[in-house]
């Protein structure tokens, strides 16, 4: 066996095939991001990070977890110290990061955003940070660019009821040529769980909504006003992230002595909670439908178990993990109360288990009713499994049991401008896949064919799915395939 070069053209391509599949069809479509997490005030003001630590290490909990678990010190994770400082440790942990998808994606993001081949380690360290440094600060390293220079077509943010989207609002304005897109994540409105930060929440709510809201129909009003101003702004996609779909029997009258409760201060207990949260949950998919947005469920993380931890620094600061709830029957539950009232719109559904791939990929199937392909999705491999393994086994259950071809591809989820390679190494293995059988004689050496699906994977399914006429406009002219 030929021993091949760390990293070089044909990365996770292992045959002819995948290589002609990646580098013909694949490599050159453009990037739909449907969600991510970046911060539209950093587009909007189309900032230049000062150095790489700032650019690589502000808000990414994939290394803080690595660097902790390598023995690093808080202080240079979220503390004080200063950037090369951070980045130094960060670079000592690289080389403990082997077969950790941190080493590929490291590494990738290096080659990719700034030409550096060279492998990060202590002795490049220095060298690394000033070459990448000194380019982040020119203006055509702005976030912006950044994000043209991934070939970006389109961009959909993670944005709470209660912002006023004065940046997307701002950017449409400017005429920014890559939209940036808000997502409906009313989370917050809810989780009802802890009463002084709920009623906090809806007091911040009350104010973007200009309303009162002392009785669950004021929240309701409230809410809807808000789904309509984001649709005003360009909105089209809802997102959940919760631990799982609750849906549970409820009457109008306890969801409005819950929420009474709640509002007052007090506590409400768990069968309260989960009525409660089934009402929402079912409310909200039916104004979802009503526009005829898309809806995504990100379930089964176990958020927050670090209680020290998150009294010290927060939420979305590396404490979480994959949980182990029962996602079956609550979510054909809920998805069979929409649809039998012809209420359930194009939805996307995210596991965070890998013991739920077959669950959410056979589930998706019981509500693809043929009015559109895919309406039902089995969405990306997700947070700690996208990496190599979680994507190939999210794309063989798929397979399986539905219809990959049909397939709306990656996402990165990410706080960062520089993840965008996650989308590449996604097509890497996906072309990997189809060619290793095309070559063992499982598949048709159809190369035409088996092209077209892997750019409907890559970009086109997303773009007829969404149905985003905004990149009608100018994506044509970067179809470079």
């Given at each position: 066996?030929?021993?091949?070069?760390?990293?070089?053209?044909?990365?996770?391509?292992?045959?002819?095939?995948?290589?002609?599949?990646?580098?013909?069809?694949?490599?050159?479509?453009?990037?739909?991001?449907?969600?991510?997490?970046?911060?539209?005030?950093?587009?909007?003001?189309?900032?230049?990070?000062?150095?790489?630590?700032?650019?690589?290490?502000?808000?990414?909990?994939?290394?803080?977890?690595?660097?902790?678990?390598?023995g690093v010190h808080e202080s240079y994770c979220t503390g004080d110290k200063k950037d090369w400082e951070k980045f130094e440790k960060w670079a000592a942990t690289v080389p403990y990061t082997l077969r950790n998808p941190l080493y590929h994606w490291t590494h990738l993001e290096l080659q990719r955003y700034f030409d550096i081949g060279e492998v990060l380690n202590p002795s490049s360290a220095r060298r690394i940070y000033n070459t990448a440094s000194e380019k982040l600060q020119d203006p055509s390293y702005s976030v912006r660019n950044l994000l043209r220079k991934m070939n970006v077509a389109l961009v959909c943010t993670t944005d709470d009821p209660a912002d006023n989207l004065e940046y997307h609002i701002q950017m449409k304005q400017e005429g920014f040529e890559i939209p940036i897109l808000p997502a409906f994540r009313p989370d917050a409105a809810m989780n009802a769980d802890n009463p002084v930060v709920y009623n906090n929440y809806?007091?911040?709510?009350?104010?973007?909504?200009?309303?009162?809201?002392?009785?669950?129909?004021?929240?309701?009003?409230?809410?809807?006003?808000?789904?309509?101003?984001?649709?005003?702004?360009?909105?089209?996609?809802?997102?959940?992230?919760?631990?799982?779909?609750?849906?549970?029997?409820?009457?109008?009258?306890?969801?409005?002595?819950?929420?009474?409760?709640?509002?007052?201060?007090?506590?409400?207990?768990?069968?309260?909670?989960?009525?409660?949260?089934?009402?929402?949950?079912?409310?909200?998919?039916?104004?979802?439908?009503?526009?005829?947005?898309?809806?995504?469920?990100?379930?089964?993380?176990?958020?927050?178990?670090?209680?020290?931890?998150?009294?010290?620094?927060?939420?979305?600061?590396?404490?979480?993990?994959?949980?182990?709830?029962?996602?079956?029957?609550?979510?054909?539950?809920?998805?069979?109360?929409?649809?039998?009232?012809?209420?359930?719109?194009?939805?996307?559904?995210?596991?965070?288990?890998?013991?739920?791939?077959?669950?959410?990929?056979?589930?998706?199937?019981?509500?693809?009713?043929?009015?559109?392909?895919?309406?039902?999705?089995?969405?990306?491999?997700?947070?700690?499994?996208?990496?190599?393994?979680?994507?190939?086994?999210?794309?063989?259950?798929?397979?399986?049991?539905?219809?990959?071809?049909?397939?709306?591809?990656?996402?990165?989820?990410?706080?960062?401008?520089?993840?965008?390679?996650?989308?590449?190494?996604?097509?890497?293995?996906?072309?990997?896949?189809?060619?290793?059988?095309?070559?063992?004689?499982?598949?048709?050496?159809?190369?035409?064919?088996?092209?077209?699906?892997?750019?409907?994977?890559?970009?086109?399914?997303?773009?007829?799915?969404?149905?985003?006429?905004?990149?009608?406009?100018?994506?044509?002219?970067?179809?470079?395939?």
């Open positions: 066996m030929i021993k091949k070069k760390f990293l070089d053209e044909h990365f996770l391509l292992n045959t002819a095939t995948a290589q002609r599949l990646y580098h013909d069809f694949a490599k050159e479509m453009p990037v739909i991001d449907y969600h991510c997490h970046l911060p539209p005030a950093q587009i909007a003001g189309d900032i230049n990070f000062e150095n790489i630590t700032q650019a690589w290490l502000y808000g990414d909990h994939y290394k803080w977890r690595a660097m902790r678990t390598n809806l007091d911040r709510l009350e104010q973007a909504a200009n309303v009162s809201i002392s009785s669950y129909g004021d929240l309701l009003k409230a809410l809807k006003s808000r789904h309509d101003f984001f649709a005003q702004h360009g909105c089209s996609v809802s997102d959940h992230g919760i631990e799982e779909i609750y849906a549970e029997e409820f009457t109008a009258a306890e969801i409005e002595q819950a929420f009474s409760k709640v509002r007052s201060g007090k506590q409400l207990d768990l069968t309260e909670l989960r009525k409660f949260k089934s009402a929402m949950l079912l409310q909200l998919a039916e104004w979802d439908w009503e526009r005829g947005w898309v809806q995504q469920y990100h379930l089964g993380a176990l958020r927050n178990n670090n209680s020290r931890m998150m009294k010290l620094l927060g939420p979305d600061t590396g404490w979480d993990s994959i949980g182990d709830f029962s996602q079956a029957r609550a979510l054909a539950k809920f998805l069979d109360k929409l649809d039998k009232q012809d209420k359930l719109t194009k939805t996307i559904i995210y596991n965070l288990n890998p013991a739920d791939n077959e669950v959410l990929a056979t589930m998706a199937g019981n509500f693809n009713d043929g009015s559109i392909a895919g309406k039902v999705q089995f969405g990306a491999a997700w947070w700690f499994l996208d990496q190599k393994d979680g994507m190939l086994r999210q794309m063989d259950a798929l397979s399986n049991m539905s219809l990959l071809s049909r397939f709306v591809g990656m996402l990165t989820d990410s706080r960062s401008f520089l993840s965008f390679p996650r989308h590449e190494y996604f097509r890497r293995l996906l072309c990997d896949l189809f060619g290793a059988e095309i070559e063992k004689g499982e598949m048709p050496d159809d190369i035409e064919w088996v092209g077209k699906v892997i750019q409907d994977i890559s970009f086109h399914n997303a773009r007829q799915y969404f149905n985003w006429q905004y990149l009608e406009k100018g994506v044509e002219a970067r179809l470079r395939v």
